[in-house]
């Protein structure tokens, strides 16, 4: 996946979901859709899926990575910024 690597991709809006307790979670199924057409689109490598964590808690400037994994078999580690507590990310493919 060389030739995404540390490419910035476009910000994500509003993945918000709650949980059954009340907390504020990110919508993560949502997430690794955006994720994986952002990156066959804006770096023309085709992404068989991506997997990020379940019950990501919103929280402005928090970190956590998601995996792709494209069609030819290589994985790719996709770092991912929450930009406020709302559900607005922007990720990155990470070097």
């Not at 060389?2 to 990110?26: Q, Y």
Request: aromatic share 4%; hydrophobic share 35%.
């Amino acid at each position: 996946m060389t030739r995404c690597r540390g490419f910035a991709l476009a910000a994500v809006p509003a993945m918000l979901a709650l949980s059954a307790c009340g907390t504020k979670v990110l919508n993560t199924d949502k997430l690794e859709t955006s994720i994986k057409q952002g990156i066959e689109q804006q770096a023309g490598v085709r992404v068989k899926s991506v997997s990020c964590p379940n019950k990501v808690e919103l929280k402005a400037g928090g970190t956590f990575d998601c995996t792709a994994l494209t069609t030819g078999g290589d994985r790719a580690t996709v770092r991912v910024v929450q930009q406020d507590d709302q559900g607005h990310v922007r990720y990155q493919v990470a070097d």
